[in-house]
């Protein structure tokens, strides 16, 4: 099944890391890394995420069992007010050959009252027809570049352009310690280690992954 892209929907054109330049100094992949696109999440999207998540792997480090249809519209709705007031949120992922729907990636504020309260948190998460190949790292790389992009000013004086950056100065990831794939792709980036945390009601360790952008 693939998701036709309305033409209303704000998206981000086809990307492709051979080398994640988002990270400075980050380590090179082995390997050219899939291109993606972005879209900001449409109602239509609630459906497609409930679908493409509808699977206790992937649901195995998100509460263990697939989410009803209400909490992917809720979730699909604030990611389009995130995008309006702040520039970016969790976008819905797209593999351009075909327009189908992998996930999402993007950036939110942390949605949670534990843990790192008032940070920005990146986040993916991807159907399991597209792990190991590559998609997740792409993913969390276009979104430090959405957060970036975002936080860039542009000032133009007697035809004279300077970029300086505003905003956002830096990104969490919190990840369950069982989650060794995501913490991999952490790594990939650059990201650091910067607090343990356990997740109330499950006790489950939780890692936060902190990185300057």
Request: net charge neutral; hydrophobic share 35%.
């Amino acid at each position: 099944m693939t998701s036709q892209i309305p033409p209303t929907a704000p998206r981000i054109p086809p990307t492709t890391s051979r080398n994640p330049s988002a990270v400075p100094g980050g380590p090179r992949p082995d390997r050219p890394l899939p291109a993606v696109e972005l879209r900001v999440p449409t109602d239509e999207d609630a459906l497609h995420w409930h679908r493409v998540f509808n699977d206790p792997e992937v649901m195995e480090f998100h509460g263990g069992a697939p989410a009803e249809l209400s909490v992917y519209e809720e979730l699909t709705a604030r990611q389009r007010r995130h995008h309006a007031e702040l520039g970016f949120c969790l976008y819905t992922l797209l593999d351009p050959a075909d327009g189908a729907v992998m996930g999402f990636t993007g950036a939110q504020p942390w949605p949670r009252d534990w843990g790192p309260v008032g940070e920005i948190e990146i986040g993916w998460r991807l159907g399991r027809a597209y792990w190991g190949k590559g998609y997740a790292t792409t993913a969390a790389t276009t979104a430090l570049e959405t957060v970036r992009t975002a936080g860039l000013e542009t000032v133009r004086t007697a035809g004279l352009e300077t970029v300086r950056t505003a905003g956002v100065r830096h990104v969490v990831a919190v990840i369950d310690d069982r989650n060794t794939r995501s913490i991999a792709v952490t790594r990939r980036l650059g990201m650091h280690h910067a607090e343990t945390l356990l997740r109330p009601g499950s006790g489950r360790t939780t890692h936060c992954y902190r990185l300057e952008v």
